[in-house]
């Protein structure tokens, strides 16, 4: 026995097929309209019946044999076809003796024949899913089968390929649209797909639909009745007006990131709850695989990005610049006058040292020697400004100020000149050379200043320009340290003053203290 059932509400309607031909969409078989299912030695098939407007699972036909699960729409109406298998092995059924015969009345006839009915509704439900969901256990099946391809996929752009491709196989969509928003913050279809044969989605149209149910934070399920547009057809050879559709937004938390766009262009009310609810599942779990890529991204980028900057700066520096550029204000706030203390340390007689060594041994030692000075820096809550030629630049108190940054930067010089000790011990006399280094303290303008195409952490001012002026001032060996660091650290360290001197670029003469330090002990952290 072969059968139709409504799939345009939920009522469920079946209708026996119980003889040939079986009329739907006519009152009768004199009416030139709808489609005419018949038998033949091969099986059971449709045809038109003179409506032009015949679809079999999505595609316009003429005539075709019927296979139990093909979909059937015309008139406005859709119909599942299922036929059981005695039928389809071409047996045919034997008369009854109590049935009636054939040459009944008009009005008896039209009880057999299945009426064209507009059954559209805003939630319409679907008896009997489909081939695939009868076969494989309703939506459980493709759920499972979605929940192993979202661990398996490589990247997300696969994911949403497949995604769509997972949902035409168990809902009745014609065409489909995954949309994401772009940099732009408008939605872009980042894939889109339609059964073989069929026009493409007209884009815009999806756009507004989805971004109504994004709008309204809601999942949208409508048909002809809710879909707003114009009543003509569609001009165009390559549109066709949207007879139901289903909108999923793609959440993740309280963000919206895209959202699943469905639609059929044959038949009205085609998307029910149970399609709603399938989408939503998986919408869910493309959200959180796109999360989990967004912070694998984010732990990449960071990664890099903590690598560059602990070549500067200390492990907590580094972790404060992080959280600041994470902020999702940039770096510009980040522009302020601070008072910090600057430390310049300068290789003596440079020039002669490079005259001894050939480029590569000198370029090796260099690294060396920085790696030292750095960890020096480093270990005492200093930031590494910058390298210049063979001086090295330190802040301390910016971008992070520990309260005591002069006394700290007067501590690293100290441990600087003692590890210069070892490590010229442990150097060829060719290779040996020696520092000195110059402090200040005063307020700079500090932050993260540049060009649009290159940026930096660095400070600027006279306070700068001083400690630099004292480093070239500097004896081999030597620490000097201008006013105001002496001030702050007078009563911890011992000092002579070296009196008034006029510095380069200085209107005032500038009072000088060096540092007196032991190379064997002294003030020490540790």
């Not at 006013?483 to 008034?500: H, L, Q």
Request: aromatic share 8%.
């Amino acid at each position: 026995m072969a059968r139709l059932k409504s799939i345009a509400d939920r009522s469920a309607i079946v209708w026996e097929i119980d003889q040939y031909p079986f009329f739907i969409g006519s009152r009768g078989k004199s009416s030139a309209s709808g489609a005419v299912i018949g038998r033949d030695e091969k099986g059971a098939f449709i045809s038109d019946n003179g409506s032009g407007e015949l679809f079999v699972n999505h595609r316009k036909i003429e005539r075709k044999e019927l296979v139990s699960g093909d979909v059937i729409a015309v008139g406005g109406g859709s119909y599942l076809f299922e036929e059981d298998e005695a039928d389809v092995s071409g047996e045919t059924p034997a008369s009854d003796p109590a049935a009636p015969d054939k040459a009944e009345s008009k009005d008896e006839m039209e009880l057999k024949v299945l009426f064209t009915m507009d059954m559209a509704r805003p939630l319409p439900g679907l008896d009997a899913r489909s081939v695939i969901a009868k076969a494989r256990g309703s939506n459980s099946y493709a759920i499972l089968q979605f929940a192993r391809l979202v661990a398996a996929v490589d990247s997300v752009s696969e994911l949403l390929a497949q995604t769509l491709n997972l949902i035409f196989e168990v809902v009745h969509a014609e065409r489909g649209v995954i949309f994401l928003y772009g940099e732009t913050g408008r939605l872009e279809p980042s894939v889109v797909k339609r059964i073989k044969g069929g026009k493409p989605p007209d884009v815009d149209t999806a756009r507004a639909v989805t971004g109504k149910a994004i709008k309204d934070r809601s999942t949208l399920v409508c048909s002809d009745a809710c879909l707003e547009g114009p009543e003509e057809e569609p001009s165009g050879p390559e549109t066709a007006r949207v007879r139901s559709a289903l909108v999923v937004p793609i959440w993740d938390e309280e963000e919206v990131l895209g959202a699943i766009y469905l639609d059929n262009t044959i038949v009205g009310g085609l998307f029910h709850e149970d399609d709603m609810d399938l989408i939503n599942v998986m919408a869910n779990l493309v959200a959180l695989r796109i999360r989990q890529e967004k912070a694998r991204d984010r732990a990449r980028k960071e990664e890099l990005l903590r690598s560059a900057l602990e070549r500067f700066h200390s492990p907590d520096v580094a972790g404060l610049i992080l959280r600041q550029s994470d902020s999702g204000r940039g770096f510009k706030d980040f522009v302020k006058e601070r008072e910090v203390t600057v430390l310049f340390s300068d290789v003596s007689s440079f020039t002669g040292l490079l005259e001894r060594l050939d480029a590569s041994e000198a370029a090796g030692l260099l690294t060396e020697y920085f790696d030292v000075m750095t960890d020096v820096v480093f270990k005492y809550k200093g930031t590494v400004d910058k390298f210049i030629g063979d001086a090295v630049m330190a802040t301390f108190g910016a971008p992070i100020s520990h309260g005591n940054d002069a006394e700290l930067a007067v501590f690293a010089a100290i441990e600087m000149m003692r590890n210069m000790e070892w490590f010229k011990a442990s150097r060829p006399e060719r290779q040996k050379f020696d520092i000195r280094i110059g402090i200040n303290t005063g307020v700079v303008i500090a932050g993260y200043l540049g060009s649009g195409k290159r940026i930096e952490y660095t400070v600027l001012g006279d306070p700068v320009n001083v400690a630099s002026r004292l480093q070239t001032l500097a004896e081999p060996g030597q620490i000097l340290v201008g006013e105001s660091t002496y001030a702050k650290v007078s009563g911890m360290f011992e000092f002579e003053d070296r009196g008034e001197t006029l510095l380069k670029g200085k209107k005032k003469k500038t009072r000088v203290y060096e540092v007196r330090y032991s190379l064997a002990g002294g003030p020490s952290l540790a």
